[in-house]
């Protein structure tokens, strides 16, 4: 079984990145393989602060070296593929020479616009592209380089949350309660989901922080609509919990790498409404069905009288095409597709 090091700006948190990187690990595991972890913040076996996004240390080249030892491979989450922080993409790059190393792209610079001025990932022989849409692998064909796509993959049976607990906590009542798992910034587009709100007459649940200096923005829209919202999870309340509080979730952004509270929704067993981001409309094409954030009325009528046959659909399409039970076999013939054994 091979030595396999899984490295990147920060692991072990809450982030898409961290998440889908722990599910890797475990399947690299049950693989049989000895996985480390070495990361700039988080939960790593070795923690060097130069890797994270906002590092104060400067990179040293010799100290990555020695973290990523005598691997047989090197799996790059998000590192390079969004450079956030130059010097260690640089640092790492360096140090990755002659080394084998897979590239997991969960985003490229180019998909942000203040970003989009900066280089594609490299290539190199012993280096290998995995995108997590098609998308990405098409734009990285356009550049030269030539990468395979392996989606994101979930727990199809999840937890069940405490519904009754939650909607007391939050003083919910009878009312219907739209839930948006994710952060607060423009791309979001929580207006949208207000606005989808007013229409349903529901109440708004925002689970994530406003960042990037969003907040200012965020309180703006919150005062200027008619929306009762909830913000944040209250003490003993897990991300199980707010999916079987709530009666709908919502995903209004405009853009997104991936999205995982699309699938996420379909394993909890809850209809969602969403813009038709790119990447969303990749997923739909596997043959779920969901809601666009305008139809109002086709919402309220489901909400009315739940379609439980539309859920298990989806629950059924996602077991197939999503299961992160046949992660590791697809990881492993991956890595043998690599040379990887």
Known sequence: MARIIVVSFRLGGTDGVAIESAKWIS??????????????EGEADVLLPSLAINARTPNS?????????????VIVENLVSLPLNLDARDALYQVLDGRRAV????????????????????????WHHVTISGLSRRELAERGIEAVTIMNSFDCEPPRGN???TRRALDVGTRTL????SRALPRKNVGGALTMCEGLDAMFWLLGPAEDGYESALEELIQSSNV????????????????????????PSTWEGFGNPVLESVTHRRPLALY????????????????ELGETAAIRSFLDEPDYELLALNLSIAREHFN???LPARLSHLLESFGVK
């Not at 080249?61 to 691997?71: I, R, S, T």
């Not at 792209?105 to 900066?118: A, I, S």
């Not at 280089?119 to 190199?124: F, H, V, Y």
């Open 276 to 291: 038709p981001y790119p990447v969303a409309c990749e997923i739909i094409d596997y043959g779920f069905r969901f809601f």
């Open 103 to 126: 590239f997991h792209h969960h985003d490229l610079p180019w998909q942000r616009p203040h970003l989009k001025h900066l280089e594609a990932p490299r290539t190199n022989p012993l």
């Open 178 to 181: 739209v839930v948006m798992p």
């Open 61 to 73: 080249v010799g100290e990555l070296d020695q973290a990523l030892g005598e691997a047989d491979l």
């Open 163 to 165: 519904r009754d607990l």
């Open 27 to 40: 399947a690299l595991e049950a693989l049989g393989h000895r996985v480390r972890t070495v990361a700039g």
């Open 324 to 326: 992160v039970a046949s």
């Open 228 to 251: 009762e919202v909830r913000r944040g999870l209250p003490d003993g309340v897990d991300i199980h919990d707010a999916y079987a509080a709530s009666d709908l979730v919502v995903m």
